[in-house]
């Protein structure tokens, strides 16, 4: 967002609204002054507060879901017809009941009436959209997308808030150059206005757009999402001490994985080994922090070449409940049968893993693609254009998995290629090519 039409961050508020500096919270026009609707203040131009029975029924159903596409367009048909019909409690019983459900994370549910709405309605962009959103939340990206981009054919009118959904949710997917364009304009809504600057984020960094990504940043940031990108980018720069000296000092819930991340890019394994189980720290499943030390390990097993203990560590984290870690345990376990030459074994992995694993979940979706690439499913030229399709960060990954699955080092050399800095699996790609 541009920082020059953003009031200065000391200036008095009866300053900013008497130099029509503050945005509407609804339409984003410049002029908004403090204004209560049902005895609660919002930041409304003149003509939005006017309508203070209908502004209040649409900030409603805005704040019924924290990242709706607006949800005070979101039965508004593409032509202009208002459909928020007022029913004995305001907004329209249906809507209210749905976004409810979303609101309590009851996606599959709030899907089921969606589902049904749109065998009546068709051709209602809203309606679309809040099956993305559902969709979206339960990680389910491709589909997501498909119905963003519905939305969007019906009621480009309002195409800026539909393309921070397709945005996104190419972004999630891997494809940050298709997403980048769509995560251009800012939006007036300031929940998609956070949701398109977290995805902007990722995708300059996934396309190596490194100094205008750390502009994006909080350089006082010494937990979360910030530091994590900031401590990436140093890295991926190859400003290894600078890296180093952020996280100095910071207990192990403040940097995560950040300092074993560091220690295995530089090939220093055993200290890495030792800032994993200085993690762990005497948690055990399903304790996250245990999770994650315990993903962490398993990228240092890879790197090191330590197949022993890739396959304790894969067996240990199989047997969590949460799907998304215990699938990755069962992925590492084929990767580790083919780094050890025991093809059978990794088939017998990538069953279990096709198995257990939705073909719908988006973050384990290249996972997935190799798994069923080596059950012979999927075929090579497949993998080969995700990876052409898809960040440096992500096709090396495909072309070390062709490399290990084929034994055709020419895909180790294009893994090695493709791998930005020392990003996983740098050591063991090299391994590959003894080099």
């Known amino acids: 967002m541009d920082d020059s039409k953003q009031p200065p961050p000391d200036l008095p508020l009866q300053e900013a609204v008497a130099r029509d500096l503050i945005p509407c919270s609804l339409c984003g026009a410049r002029g908004a002054d403090v204004r209560e609707v049902r005895g609660k203040p919002h930041f409304l131009c003149a003509r939005c507060g006017a309508r203070s029975r209908r502004v209040g029924l649409l900030l409603a159903a805005l704040c019924v879901v924290a990242l709706a596409a607006g949800g005070w367009f979101v039965l508004r048909r593409a032509a202009g017809v208002d459909a ?4 004995a409690g305001g907004i329209e019983p249906w809507l209210k009941e749905t976004l409810d459900l979303m609101g309590e ?13 749109l065998k009546a309605e068709p051709d209602h962009a809203g309606i679309h959209g809040l099956l993305g959103q559902c969709l979206w939340n339960l990680s389910r990206y491709e589909e997501a997308l498909a119905s963003f981009r519905k939305a969007a ?8 808030a539909w393309g921070v959904w397709i945005g996104s949710s190419l972004q999630k997917l891997g494809w940050s150059a298709e997403a980048l364009p769509q995560l251009q304009a800012p939006s007036a809504l300031a929940p998609l206005e956070r949701m398109r600057l977290e995805s902007l984020l990722e995708c300059l960094i996934d396309l190596e757009r490194f100094d205008e990504a750390l502009k994006m940043l909080d350089p006082d940031a010494r937990a979360g999402a910030h530091l994590r990108a900031r401590h990436r980018i140093l890295s991926y720069q190859g400003k290894t001490d600078e890296a180093r000296r952020l996280i100095e000092g ?8 950040l300092r074993a991340s560091e220690l ?13 189980e200085a993690l762990r720290g005497g948690h055990e499943p399903p304790a996250v922090q245990w999770m994650l030390a315990v993903r962490s390990e398993l990228s240092v097993c890879a790197e090191a070449g330590d197949l022993e203990r890739l396959d304790r560590a894969a067996s240990r984290l199989s047997k969590v409940s949460d799907l998304q870690f215990r699938n990755t345990a069962i ?3 084929a990767l580790g049968g083919l780094m050890a030459g025991k093809p059978d074994a990794a088939k017998e992995a990538a069953r279990e893993f096709t198995a257990s694993t939705d073909a719908t979940y988006g973050p384990l979706r290249l996972e997935r693609l190799m798994m069923r690439h080596l059950l012979g499913e999927v075929p090579t030229a497949d993998i080969e254009a995700e990876a052409g399709r898809v960040s440096r960060f992500l ?12 034994g055709d080092k020419a895909w180790a050399r294009k893994a090695a290629d493709a791998t930005p800095g020392r990003n996983f699996p740098y ?3 090299r391994r590959l090519l003894k080099e």
């Open 84 to 87: 928020t019909r007022e029913g």
């Open 105 to 117: 994370k009851r996606y599959p549910e709030a899907m089921d009436r969606i589902s049904q709405r």
């Open 153 to 160: 054919g019906l009621d480009p009118e309002r195409g800026e």
């Open 250 to 257: 910071l207990d192990s819930h403040q940097r995560g994985t």
């Open 264 to 276: 295995r890019e530089a090939g220093d394994f055993e200290a890495a080994f030792g800032e994993v």
């Open 331 to 333: 992925f590492y376990g």
């Open 395 to 406: 096709a090396n990954d495909l072309y070390w998995y062709l490399a290990l699955a084929t």
């Open 427 to 429: 050591h063991a790609i």
